[in-house]
């Protein structure tokens, strides 16, 4: 996906984890616009550059969103690979897109309705109480293991 926040938090945190365990592999690769439907062609040119690299295929790729999983499968299975065989793929948000996929993705629920609580009882401080302190809320994630590790 383009630069965002959220996009910046998961790459550190990815970079981090990458760094703490000492692993040697760490390749970040960059769909524009990655919540939209161009975002299929994208994956498909990066898949068939992956398919005809030196390198290969990793293990498995995780993908910034749920759409963007279900697009590497579909491009990944147009080319012969198949998921979780012959790589893993992990999606981020736990969408429903995760659920009816096939095979269902792996995928990172971020309690998005805690998120949309939270945002809703802050926003309502600061209109209703004047409040305009900032709040940094941390919330709990879950993997969600589903077909597709």
């Known amino acids: ?4 926040h959220s996009l910046d938090i998961r790459e550190d945190l990815y970079s981090d984890i990458i760094k703490a365990h000492d692993l040697n592999y760490h390749k970040v690769i960059r769909v524009k616009k990655g919540n939209n439907l161009k975002v299929f062609r994208e994956i498909e040119k990066i898949v068939k550059k ?13 993908a910034c969103n749920d759409l963007m ?9 147009n080319n012969n690979i198949h998921v979780p065989e012959d790589i893993g793929v992990i999606g981020y948000d736990n969408t429903p897109l995760s659920y ?13 309705e805690a998120l949309g609580e939270q945002a809703a009882n802050i926003l309502l401080n600061k209109i209703f109480f004047k409040n305009t302190s900032d709040k940094r ?13």
């Open 100 to 112: 009816i996929s096939s095979p269902g993705i792996t995928t990172v629920d971020l309690g998005t």
């Open 69 to 77: 999983a279900s697009a590497l499968i579909i491009a990944l299975r």
């Open 1 to 4: 996906g383009e630069r965002s």
């Open 50 to 62: 992956m398919v005809n690299s030196k390198e290969g295929l990793p293990d498995g790729v995780i």
């Open 137 to 149: 809320i941390i919330l709990n994630t879950q993997l969600v293991l589903r077909e597709s590790t």
